[in-house]
């Protein structure tokens, strides 16, 4: 059964930085291209960002509103994905969810299939 | 960047009632769209992928269909358990609609 746990969130200050953890069991993690997703509170679902397998390059890509502060890394070695985030902002505000992503062999394309239970982060003087 | 435009917002509805949430593209998509629902205080869960492939487990109440850019997500008879909300997910670039609401009429 895939598992994923966040951790790292908290309170910080405007300008500051966090780094998340997400702690992923029940598959292989080496091989999965994972997500990282935000939801402020009671609004809407934001994408915020994606790393790749190593296998497959390793690249990352980033949502417009974080790219330049956000960094998103992996230790396959541990089975955990990382959100480093810096220079805080007051709307960075939000519970942040670790995805796995689903391959489709026949049509190349990835979606979202499981959700961590999130981790709330609190950017705020 | 794909926009993506879902609605109605809020939808009151019966339990019973067939329901049916609309998620527009900016541009086409082809069929590489994704469907979630997510209670309050929860991690969002997968309904349908492909625009019309329902996740294992998911109950064959919930249907979807489309392609291009004109999306739709059916609730054939609402269940007590679905009053939740809903949201569509493009994945070439992962943008998500705005949400749709589902509330006890």
Redesign the interface.
């Known amino acids: 059964e895939v598992h994923l746990v966040e951790s790292g969130g908290g309170l910080v200050e405007p300008g500051g930085s966090l780094r998340l953890s997400c702690a992923a069991s029940g598959f292989t993690f080496s091989s999965a291209w994972m997500?990282w997703v935000r939801q402020a509170p009671g609004k809407?679902?934001?994408?915020v960002g994606?790393m790749k397998s190593k296998a497959d390059g390793g690249s990352t890509d980033y949502a417009?509103p974080v790219k330049g502060r956000f960094i998103i890394s992996r230790d396959d070695s541990k089975n955990t994905l990382y959100l480093e985030m810096n220079s805080l902002k007051t709307e960075d505000t939000a519970v942040y969810?670790c995805t796995t992503t689903?391959y489709?062999f026949w049509?190349g394309?990835?979606?979202?299939?499981?959700?961590?239970?999130?981790t709330l982060v609190t950017v705020s003087s | 960047?794909i926009q993506m435009t879902q609605s109605p917002s809020t939808l009151s509805a019966s339990v019973g009632d067939r329901v049916t949430i609309t998620c527009r593209a900016s541009q086409s998509i082809v069929g590489?769209l994704?469907w979630?629902q997510?209670k309050p205080g929860?991690?969002?869960?997968?309904l349908i992928?492909?625009a019309s492939s329902l996740?294992g487990g998911v109950p064959s109440r919930f249907s979807g269909s489309g392609s291009g850019t004109e999306f739709t997500l059916t609730i054939s008879s609402l269940q007590p358990d679905d009053f939740a909300s809903y949201?569509c997910?493009e994945?070439n670039?992962?943008?998500?609609?705005?949400?749709t609401k589902l509330e006890i009429k």
């Open positions: 997500t809407g679902l934001e994408w994606r417009a969810y689903h489709d049509s394309q990835r979606w979202i299939d499981y959700w961590g239970q999130g | 960047d590489w994704a979630y997510q929860k991690a969002p869960k997968l992928y492909k996740e949201y997910q994945y670039s992962y943008s998500f609609g705005q949400g």
